[in-house]
């Protein structure tokens, strides 16, 4: 087992990890910037050690300053939450040429996952549906029509160079292949210097489905169910949910049981998450993999009981899987509600200031992972989290009743919160029907989940 | 390492409270990411100059520094040293050594406070 752990992060989830590394028995320090200096996870830690000033890159994303703060402290080794450090191959390289455990896979494989184009093929080959698109780079417009002849229409033209959904076009007919592909190239070329695309179908109205794993570095891995993260702003997931309301047996089993035995043949390790579009049709098609704990796997906790962080740890140490896919039991529905310092009311702008009060929901089957305490002053240099409600029912109807109910009796007073769009959310009959896609919130205007300001 | 407490220095003198704080001891003084206590601060007739750590690291002092010593905008203080790269400690101002607070070869953290140099010049 580890030693001592250093906490690179911060918010909520170091307030989480630091709660696991107590019960744990593990000693461990928390790194914090100069604004963090009154958070949470400081106050609860028994130590903690300053990397920099606000801005991240002097702190939360220093490298040295991490690694030097895990030696002096004498750590050996350093668990980096989500966002930050927690996908960087050349941090979790560093952390081993210092012979600090990186919580998380080793550099290799988070290098080998990290290429989203790659991946799908490495995990295609290993059985998993993926998206129908074209092979690879598209030659010219003959090669274009007939491919997207073969994977059918919509499709989505992407610069292969490209990221972060820049330059992307969607084209429904071959009429719109002939104008839309030399306009892609053009833009392509100007803002990337390179103007080879591909394309993928374009999947409408889909929900957004993943899959937990672990695998462990004996080549062991287990799956923990699906979550459902359809409920989705702008790209950003609000609401969460498992087990998923808009999937039936057998296609449930088959999701988790391919997700499951592709990531192990592709030699993946430790927690991870796969990513998969789910058309109206039921069909599944895997995009991603994230090689990090999830901000949303409080609810798989609630389904199975397990720890994921510890289990993250343990595998990390080196430690076989503490169960077998037959020990584990989900059971039940949990939903997870993303509190943000986000002014529903005036187009989600973020707030900072300090909270005057709190008052946190409690209750069977409530949990709150958060970092607010009374008098908490949220800085305004990072993401605007503030807590996670999770709740748990014994279906889906209960879990919702238990929503509504906590989401009542939570009460931040001080700061703005999205707490109203939720109360608005769970009262939604296209949620309450589970008839949510990714794009609904955005098209019908989350203005239309919040009444009149009070 | 983050044990040390936000030390505020509190003198009246002649009607003017002038309060001297510990390099960012709430986050409060430096938002934009200056490095804690490397400003000068901003009134008083008779100020202790906090000189506080770069990075984290071992700290380790000039030689020949120690409490008196008559220092000149840039003079070495010493460095810290982060994974065997030296971040050096040097003087903002002109003044007189009046307290070491840290000890040499000691871990420190960033921003915490190493010397502290008083700028009224001697006596």
């Known amino acids: 087992m580890l030693g001592k752990i250093l906490i690179a992060n911060r918010g909520e989830i170091a307030v989480r990890v630091l709660r696991t590394c107590r019960e744990l028995g593990i000693p461990a320090v928390v790194a914090f910037s100069e604004p963090d200096r009154e958070s949470l996870a400081v106050r609860q830690a028994d130590e903690a050690i300053c990397i920099g000033p606000a801005e991240a890159r002097r702190s939360y994303l220093n490298q040295p300053a991490l690694i030097s703060a895990a030696l002096i402290t004498g750590c050996d080794a350093i668990h980096p939450g989500y966002g ?3 996908e960087d191959a050349s941090f979790a390289e560093a952390c081993a040429v210092h012979d600090l455990v990186f919580i998380g896979p080793r550099a290799q494989v988070i290098e080998r996952f990290a290429s989203k184009y790659a991946v799908r093929r490495m995990l295609a080959a290993t059985g998993l549906p993926t998206v129908p698109g074209s092979r690879g ?18 499709v989505l033209l992407k610069p292969s160079a490209g ?68 409920v989705q702003r702008r790209h950003q997931k609000i609401i969460e949910e498992a087990p998923s309301p808009a999937m039936e047996e057998p296609a449930r089993e088959r999701l988790r049981d391919l997700a499951i035995r592709s990531v192990v043949a592709a030699g993946y390790e430790n927690a991870g998450t796969l990513e998969f579009l789910l058309d109206r049709e039921g069909n599944f098609y895997f995009i991603e993999i994230n090689c990090r704990i999830q901000v949303e796997h409080p609810i798989t906790e609630m389904l199975t009981g397990v720890d994921l962080v510890a289990e993250q740890i343990r595998i990390a140490a080196g430690e076989r899987l503490s169960m077998t896919q037959e020990q584990v039991a989900l059971r039940g529905h949990a939903i997870e509600f993303r509190i943000t310092a986000e002014d529903p009311h005036d187009n989600f702008s973020p707030q900072a200031g300090v909270v005057a009060d709190v008052h946190l929901p409690t209750g069977d089957g409530v949990r709150v992972d958060t970092h607010l305490y009374p008098g908490y002053e949220i800085p305004p240099y990072y993401d605007s989290l503030l807590a996670k409600l999770v709740v748990w029912g014994e279906d889906r109807a209960e879990a ?26 769970v009262d939604n009959a296209a949620f309450v029907d589970a008839e949510v896609s990714t794009n609904l919130l955005d098209r019908v205007g989350p203005a239309a989940f919040v009444g009149e300001p009070a | 390492v983050a044990a040390s407490p936000s030390a505020r220095l509190a003198a009246d003198r002649g009607g003017v409270e002038v309060t001297v704080i510990r390099p960012d001891p709430d986050g409060a003084a430096s938002p ?89 010049g001697p006596g």
């Open chain 2, 32 to 120: 934009d990411g200056d490095p804690g206590g490397r400003r000068p601060p901003a009134v008083g007739p008779s100020l202790l100059d906090p000189v506080t750590s770069p990075a984290v690291g071992y700290f380790v002092y000039a030689d020949g520094l120690g409490p008196g010593l008559s220092v000149s905008a840039g003079t070495e203080i010493g460095f810290v040293e982060m994974l065997g790269i030296r971040h050096e400690v040097r003087a903002v101002a002109d003044g007189v050594v009046r307290h070491l607070v840290a000890e040499s070869g000691e871990p420190v953290e960033y921003g915490q406070l190493l010397v502290e140099i008083d700028r009224s």
């Open chain 1, 84 to 86: 930050f450090l927690s």
């Open chain 1, 400 to 425: 919702l009743a238990r929503s509504a109910r906590a989401l009542a009796d939570f009460e931040v007073d001080g700061v703005k919160t999205n707490l109203p769009f939720h109360r608005a959310i």
């Open chain 1, 163 to 230: 990221g972060g959904g820049r330059g992307m076009r969607l084209v429904r007919s071959p009429r719109e292949m002939e104008t839309s592909l030399p306009l892609a190239r053009s833009e392509a070329r100007a803002a990337f210097g390179d103007d080879s695309l591909y394309f993928e179908r374009w999947i409408e109205d889909n929900r957004h489905v993943e899959v937990q794993v672990l695998v462990d570095s004996h080549g062991t891995g287990i799956h923990l169910g699906e979550r459902d993260c359809s």
């Open chain 1, 137 to 154: 780079i598209v030659a010219d417009l003959t090669d274009a029509l007939a491919q997207a002849e073969a994977a059918g229409y919509p």
